[in-house]
């Protein structure tokens, strides 16, 4: 369950740590499946913290990718969008049917 944003950042912070040092995680889906959680650094996300939320991530068997700052649709999905674009005007010009395009991605 995610947070609206007016709620984000009043999360109690990890054992151990005495301040609030904000970051975001975002799980990929479906997240059964997907073995990749983002973790995505604030301008005042410790190092500390960063480190705390990648074991956690681990002992959940989940591996990482540490993003350095946030920006809109985080690394991955910033990464898969052109490709995504792509296979939509592949399909609108009759080049593959929507079957193909599932089979290739």
Known sequence: MSL???EQ????PFQGLTQYHPLWGWILYP????MIVEI?????????TLNIAERLVKSFGKE???VNRDLAGFALNR????????AFKLVEMGIVNVEDV????
């Not at 990464?79 to 792509?86: D, K, R």
């Open 4 to 6: 609206p944003p007016w």
């Open 9 to 12: 950042g009043k999360l109690t």
């Open 31 to 34: 997240v059964p499946v997907m």
């Open 40 to 48: 995505i650094k604030s301008l005042l996300t410790s190092d500390e």
């Open 64 to 66: 990482t990718i540490r």
């Open 79 to 86: 990464v898969n969008f052109p490709s995504t674009i792509e």
């Open 102 to 105: 599932d089979t290739g991605m």
